[in-house]
């Protein structure tokens, strides 16, 4: 058989020639020895279903693409240590060796309308899979009472009545929350934007500002209270038919509570953290006498990829960040923040992003939205008015502003002292760079549901050589193999990403860069480069697609078609957008 197998180096796999399809053998002998350790899986990693897909692959590994095996050839829940995005450490080494038996990481699209990651240090993959659970029914319980997306959720469904009505106690702690931060921030933070959020949704999709006179209207609405409260009764009346829109500290909030359902479903977990959309809390220690590291997204080079502005050590405290970076309004060819300022209607655009750390998501969230509406002094007032919170401001300008304790948490950003291949001078024209825009399909459009998705991106030259990996997401190791060309030619080496904490994206909405260096930080010459998208889903269905672009001296552009996995992505080669 040796003799009809072919070594296609572009691709990294065999070719059996006449069929033209991947015909890798080392898959078949390792699946058995797979099937035999399928029931001593966790019950969270793998039912019924999971055993006949399993069977169903290794009866047609031999006429399937499949990757070469793991080292072991087992099947088991895998700890972060073999993850894709893991916490950044001290040592600027993500991806160093830690205990066999966990932390454990999950990740999910799709929650409250973002991306949620969940690590949880302990040895026991049962008892991780079980703070998983615990932490999604809490979030659904309490999305069902507080998203203003759902008609049938509690909040949407209180009317506006003469008589105050009996509602639930996390509604009342979150409307009184909002009366809280409305008060203390005169009016730059508001729960009621409804109204307002949608005129500027309606302006983008006629390409007209909305009228000054129109916003008029709605601030004079905005500022009008929208609902009573009774303390003693727990009732809330409401006042005014103005649509609320609850996603800012209500977020934080339902993050607060799912922290505190992970801990009683687990108290002797040594730590967790969960990053829902950029809020993220931070429990307990991310290993022995050290608090979890965080990294914080630069405004002006937010791809998932790229080097966190600043890094900050957090131990049971919550950090949340808000920028306009990630999502707002194009209109007329003018991008605007989708951070609105209550008291004029329009979007805030002195601030480009705001990350304050303080002891509960709620708080954060709320002080990180005003202070991208605050002018600088003003914000930096405001935090040192709320006992235990401390903030970094960074300015449309690039100006940064530090509260006085923040510079305690931080450590120096990577990527400060570089190596002396990193130093060469790029070959590429000054300040270019490649990007590609990438959105994961939805329960929707993947073909194969919405489980959790795994993706490699790779760039190859023009001799078929592969010159970077760009970027590898996913959450259990034995799922990499999965990702069958990516992890031939990368099966001995994992390059990792960060935990960044930055402004919610929509979801499956993903953003990477490639600087014009290789793996090692040596430039690459100018050419025409491959770049390889391959996504698996646990379980699930695979697709692999690619393209070619040209990154000489001038701008370029390409398209990655759309697959079952993944939409029609954006190739762009030329200056970087920071600049």
């Known amino acids: 058989m040796a003799d009809m197998l072919s070594y296609v180096p572009k691709e990294g796999c065999f070719h059996l020639p006449g069929r033209g399809r991947a015909f890798k053998v080392l ?46 050839g087992r099947a088991s829940l895998s700890p972060a240590s073999r993850v894709g995005r893991v916490p950044v450490t001290s040592s600027g080494s993500p991806g160093r060796t ?31 899979c079980k703070v998983e659970q615990s932490v999604l029914a809490a979030i659904e319980r309490l999305r069902r009472i507080l998203s203003t997306y759902d008609p049938a959720s509690e909040i949407s469904r209180l009317p506006v009545n003469p008589k105050p009505m009996r509602c639930s106690p996390e509604l009342f702690e ?41 916003l008029a209207r709605i601030v004079r609405n905005v500022s009008t209270p929208a609902w009573t409260l009774n303390a003693c009764e727990r009732t809330v009346q409401r006042l005014s038919p103005q649509p609320l829109n609850l996603d800012s500290l209500g977020k934080g909030y339902i993050l607060g509570k799912a922290v505190a359902a992970a801990r009683a479903a687990a108290p002797s977990i040594a730590g967790l953290l969960l990053n829902l959309g ?24 937010p791809a998932d990829n790229a080097a966190p502005v600043t890094q900050v050590w957090l131990a049971d405290r919550a950090i949340s960040t808000s920028g306009g970076y990630e999502r707002g309004y194009t209109i007329a060819g003018r991008r605007y923040s989708h951070i609105l300022d209550p008291r004029t209607g329009r979007p805030a655009e002195g601030i480009a992003c705001a990350t304050v750390v303080a002891a509960d998501n709620a708080t954060a969230s709320a002080l990180a939205t005003t202070l991208c509406v605050l002018k600088p002094e003003e914000g930096l007032a405001l935090i040192r008015a709320t006992p235990g919170a401390e903030c970094l401001i960074i300015a449309a300008s690039g100006e940064q502003f530090r509260s006085a304790q923040f510079a305690a948490l931080e450590i120096p950003a990577p990527g400060g002292a570089k190596k002396a291949n990193e130093a060469k001078p790029s070959l590429w024209p000054k300040d270019f760079r490649l990007t590609l825009t990438l959105t994961l399909k939805g329960p929707a459009g993947g073909g194969g549901g919405y489980r959790r998705p795994y993706v490699a991106v790779w760039a190859v030259n023009e001799k078929g050589a592969r010159v970077r990996t760009i970027v590898l997401w996913g959450n259990q190791a034995r799922y990499f193999p999965d990702l069958y060309d990516w992890s031939y030619g990368e099966k001995d080496r994992l390059d990792w990403a960060a935990t960044i904490a930055r402004a919610t994206r929509p979801p499956g909405r993903h953003r990477v860069t490639w600087d014009g260096r290789d793996d090692s930080g040596d430039p690459v010459p100018p050419g025409t480069y491959t770049i390889f998208v391959e996504a698996n889903r646990e379980r699930g269905t695979y697709a692999k697609e690619s393209a070619k672009i040209s990154c000489g001296s001038e701008p370029s552009q390409s398209v990655v078609k759309a697959t079952s996995e993944f939409e029609e992505a954006q190739l762009t080669y030329g200056p970087s957008p920071s600049e």
């Open 174 to 214: 979150v409307l009184s929350a909002y009366e809280t931060w409305t008060a203390r921030s005169r009016g730059a933070y508001q729960g009621q934007l409804g109204e307002l959020i949608r005129a500027w949704r309606a302006a983008e999709q006629a390409g007209v500002p909305p009228a000054s006179a129109s």
């Open 27 to 72: 898959r078949a002998l390792t699946t058995i020895s797979r099937v035999a350790t399928l029931a001593a899986m966790p019950r969270c990693s793998l039912g019924r279903r999971g055993l006949l897909f399993s069977l169903i692959v290794f009866a047609g590994t031999i006429v399937a693409d499949a990757p070469p095996p793991e080292p072991d």
């Open 98 to 128: 830690r205990p066999a038996g966990g932390p454990f990481h999950f990740h999910h699209e799709g929650i409250l309308g973002t991306s949620f990651d969940l690590i949880v240090r302990t040895d026991a993959a049962e008892v991780a």
């Open 278 to 301: 950029g809020d993220i809390f931070a429990s307990g220690l991310e290993a022995p006498s050290r608090p979890w590291l965080v990294g914080v997204a630069h405004p002006r080079d």
